[in-house]
Nanobody
Framework: HVQLVESGGGSVQAGGSLRLSCTCTGHCDVCLGWFRQGAGQEREGIAAIDEDGRASYADSIQGRFAISKDNAKNTLDLQMNNLINDDSAMYYC???????????????????RGKGTQVTVS
């Protein structure tokens, strides 16, 4: 059983930066990552990190976002730089036992997610 709680969203101007954080409790030694969902849109897996610390990213955010994990604190961060309007969405921290989020950025089969945090870029 995994519980995830996000923090750090907000409003920012285009070109700005935000840092999202997620605290994991429970069985956290699985693929952890972030997906986002805009209004009326499907989930988009954007960044994930596996049990061995290997990170993967969606093409849409490659080079602008960086994911990191602190195993001692069970926290997962997403540093978002050079934000653009299309980055506006609700961002969710997720856990994926099967690892599809880590391997192919597929967020459809996640096992747990947080309540989300809103990111608005204007």
């Amino acid at each position: 059983h995994v519980q995830l709680v996000e923090s750090g969203g907000g409003s920012v101007q285009a070109g700005g930066s935000l840092r999202l954080s997620c605290t994991c409790t429970g069985h956290c030694d699985v693929c952890l990552g972030w997906f986002r969902q805009g209004a009326g849109q499907e989930r988009e897996g954007i960044a994930a990190i596996d049990e061995d610390g290997r990170a993967s990213y969606a093409d849409s955010i490659q080079g602008r976002f960086a994911i990191s994990k602190d195993n001692a604190k069970n926290t997962l961060d997403l540093q978002m730089n050079n934000l653009i309007n299309d980055d506006s969405a609700m961002y969710y921290c997720a856990a994926d036992v099967a690892g599809w989020l880590c391997s192919i950025m597929d967020a459809s089969g996640i096992d747990a997610r947080g309540k989300g945090t809103q990111v608005t870029v204007s």
